[in-house]
Structures are given as C-alpha cells and as structure tokens.
T-cell receptor
Framework: DGGITQSPKYLFRKEGQNVTLSCEQN?????MYWYRQDPGQGLRLIYY???????QKGDIAEGYSVSREKKESFPLTVTSAQKNPTAFYLC?????????????FGPGTRLTVL | QQQVKQSPQSLIVQKGGISIINCAYE??????FPWYQQFPGKGPALLIA?????SEKKEGRFTISFNKSAKQFSLHIMDSQPGDSATYFC?????????????FGEGTQLTVNP
C-alpha cells in the first residue's frame, strides 16, 4: 500500500533533549512538508522540501531542523531551542507537477515534553 | 500573519441538516483551495478542492462555493451525518520560487447530533 508513515506515534522528551521524528513516503512524491498542530491554531508549516538536498523554512522554523538525503525520507529534529515543543506533528507529501498542491498527510506524531 | 480566516470555530447541527463553514483569504496569488477533514488523533485527509476559475464544485454531499471577487469560499455539507463529525480545515495554495505551499485556516470542529 502506498502512503506516508510517521514514527513514533507518541514521543516523550525531557526538557533540553533533542528528538527526531521520522517521516517516510512511498508515493514517489517530490515534495515533503512538516506541520505543527496546536488546538485552535490549525496547521502551521515548519519546513518543506521540493527536492532532495534542498529545503525551505516555513512560518515557524525556529527550534527545528530537517534533512532530505533521500526522496522518500524527511526527518524532523526538534531541538532544545524550541521553547514549547509539545504538539501534534504532521508530515505530508505532494507531487510537484501540475497546478495543484494536493498534499497527503501521515498519521502524525504526538510529542510531549515532560 | 493569518492569511486564511475560517469560521465558525465550532458548529453543531442535527442529523440531516446542512453544515456550512466559511473561509476568507487576502492573498490574490492563491490558486488552489482545498478542504481537509480530520478525525481525532489522525492526519487530515483531502475532502474536496476547487480552483478559482470555477464558482462551485460538488462531490456527493460536499460542495465548495467560491466567490473570487469577495475572496471567500465555503464548504457545504448536505444531509449531515454523525459520521461527518470531525474537524474541517480550509486551505489555500500559492506558488513561490521555492515551490508551492498551503496556508491553513484555524479549523472548524463539526458535531452532528443523531
């Protein structure tokens, strides 16, 4: 089955620790995205990548880092510099060709800072 | 800067009724307007989308109405069912030199009572 997988589903972190969230897709999509979701605030874009070895900051990139070494993978690292990291993190992917930006989402990772 | 404003924040309708969710945007460069449906603990899923060259698009019980001059678009759910209870997000896409990205509204939590 084609789709997007995120792991782990739940993640707990102590303050001051970096954590990495995994996102893998087998849809052969060129573009991948990371969003943060907080109650009542919709989805906010953290980083996105259109091609391998290239990525762009979104609206709330501070305290986060990403890499895109493979087309299928776009891991997100939440660093200790992120002041309020507890949130639901969503990864998405889309084709680039054409006029549409139809994004497909993974199931999400819920990060809790203890 | 919130470029897509969504209302209402929450909505309660009776089974069989019509659910209406509204969105307004500011950026005239937006060229694609999708709606996503999200169930608790899951990633959003594309429900229906429209381009600005049409004023309405219907798929089953779901209809998007688009008013380009007013920079507004809305989702109508006809014959609402308890299974439609979810959070709905409108979004708008714009193409940039670094690729295209979606900007999401704040979301509407829909409850359909049996």
């Amino acid at each position: 089955d084609g789709g997007i997988t995120q792991s782990p589903k739940y993640l707990f972190r102590k303050e001051g620790q970096n954590v990495t969230l995994s996102c893998e897709q087998n849809l052969n999509h060129d573009a991948m995205y990371w969003y943060r979701q907080d109650p009542g605030q919709g989805l906010r874009l953290i980083y996105y990548s259109q091609i391998v070895n290239d990525f762009q900051k979104g609206d709330i990139a501070e305290g986060y880092s990403v890499s895109r070494e493979k087309k299928e993978s776009f891991p997100l690292t939440v660093t200790s510099a992120q002041k309020n990291p507890t949130a639901f993190y969503l990864c998405a992917s889309s084709k680039i060709a054409g006029n549409y930006n139809e994004q497909f989402f993974g199931p999400g990772t819920r990060l809790t800072v203890l | 800067q919130q470029q897509v404003k969504q209302s209402p924040q929450s909505l309660i309708v009776q089974k069989g009724g019509i659910s209406i969710i509204n969105c307004a945007y500011e950026n005239t460069a937006f060229d694609y307007f999708p709606w996503y449906q999200q169930f608790p603990g899951k990633g959003p899923a594309l429900l229906i989308a429209i381009r600005p060259d049409v004023s309405e698009k219907k798929e089953g019980r779901f209809t998007i109405s688009f008013n380009k001059s007013a920079k507004q678009f809305s989702l109508h759910i006809m014959d609402s069912q308890p299974g439609d209870s979810a959070t709905y997000f409108c979004a708008a896409s714009q193409r940039e030199t670094s690729g295209s990205r979606l900007t999401f509204g704040e979301g509407t939590q829909l409850t359909v009572n049996p």
